[in-house]
């Protein structure tokens, strides 16, 4: 008697399974042979080598399936059960961009909702350097997260690394209590935020206790090659010149990286000049690099924050017209 495990990390249990394991039913009458246990995001087969082999074969494509549609009905989950030839899963469900990216926690789908973030996706998917520029609340960010747990979960990086500038905001976090690490925390907290949605706790904390995922101001990125990585610089129109620079050349061997920022949002002090705007200016004729812009339709927050955007938009292009007739 042979015994492997698989693991369901990339899709939702619950909807593998099925209420009540119902589809898990479908798949013990489809291998009556096969003893098959379900524990979390596990399945553990034991039986005959060529029992196992088989339903592994329909469970791959039971899961690529649930990967690119986010839904299997039990329909379906029958037909690819019981279809007996190799035809590819491109037979059951046609790729498109409204594809889960990842599953959260509580079964909840994180998947590119408008289009500029579907384009966000493809590019990714393209390039190994993508700069996404849009103001608040156009899921840069979010995103651009869930780009990078994909990756880490299909195996195609070995870890995650995010980081922005500790610039403040028109405050100032220097008073605070605690050590640098409880000082800095704060200017993280949104891609920590972006995490919890994406992976449970007790997972997140382990990645986090063994590096796998980093989450570290830019300026701890100084000297370092990170191969193998997705990289995330948020909030980039708070770096300077030399800190793209910087970033941009920590790039290694199969390595991936996306640079967000909100050009309209620059809290450096005023002697001193963003970056962000150069880098997409020089490197946009690089093949490898591309530069994908958001915008107020891409806005996916309260209501009230694309009405704030049009609101700001107007009062900034009215000052500049007043500096015009000046």
């Not at 996706?121 to 609340?137: H, L, M, S």
């Not at 880098?279 to 309260?302: P, Q």
Request: net charge neutral; hydrophobic share 40%.
């Amino acid at each position: 008697m042979t015994e492997t495990i698989i693991n369901l990390e990339t899709v939702n249990p619950i909807e593998f399974f099925g209420v009540n394991n119902g589809k898990l039913d479908l798949l013990k009458k489809k291998f009556p042979l096969l003893k098959i246990l379900s524990r979390g995001t596990q399945m553990k087969l034991s039986g005959a080598p060529e029992q196992i082999e088989m339903a592994k074969e329909k469970i791959e494509l039971l899961i690529q399936y649930l990967e690119r549609n986010g839904h299997v009905s039990e329909h379906y989950f029958e037909q690819i059960l019981g279809g007996d030839d190799t035809e590819s899963i491109d037979n059951f469900v046609e790729r498109n961009p409204n594809e889960v990216l990842v599953f959260g926690p509580n079964g909840k789908s994180v998947r590119a909702r408008t289009a500029n973030q579907k384009r966000m996706v493809t590019a990714v998917d393209k390039n190994d350097i993508v700069f996404a520029i849009g103001p608040a609340g156009t899921g840069k960010t979010y995103t651009a997260v869930a780009l990078a747990v994909r990756a880490l979960k299909n195996k195609s990086v070995k870890k995650i690394i995010l980081t922005r500038p500790a610039v403040e905001a028109g405050e100032s976090l220097g008073f605070l209590p605690g050590d640098l690490k409880e000082k800095i925390d704060p200017y993280l907290r949104p891609l920590y935020d972006a995490l919890d949605d994406m992976i449970p706790a007790d997972k997140l904390g382990y990645y986090m206790s063994t590096r796998v995922i980093e989450i570290a101001p830019l300026a701890y990125m100084r000297g370092r090659t990170l191969d193998n990585a997705f990289i995330i610089l948020d909030e980039a129109q708070n770096a300077t010149d030399l800190q793209i620079k910087m970033f941009l050349t920590r790039i290694g061997a199969n390595a991936k990286a996306i640079i967000t920022g909100d050009l309209t949002q620059v809290d450096l002090p005023k002697h001193q000049k963003s970056g962000l705007e150069k880098a997409i200016r020089i490197l946009h004729n690089i093949d490898g690099i591309t530069h994908i812009e958001l915008d107020e339709d891409d806005v996916v927050r309260h209501r009230l924050v694309k009405a704030i955007i049009r609101a700001y938009e107007k009062d900034f292009e009215k000052g500049q017209e007043s500096g015009l007739k000046r």
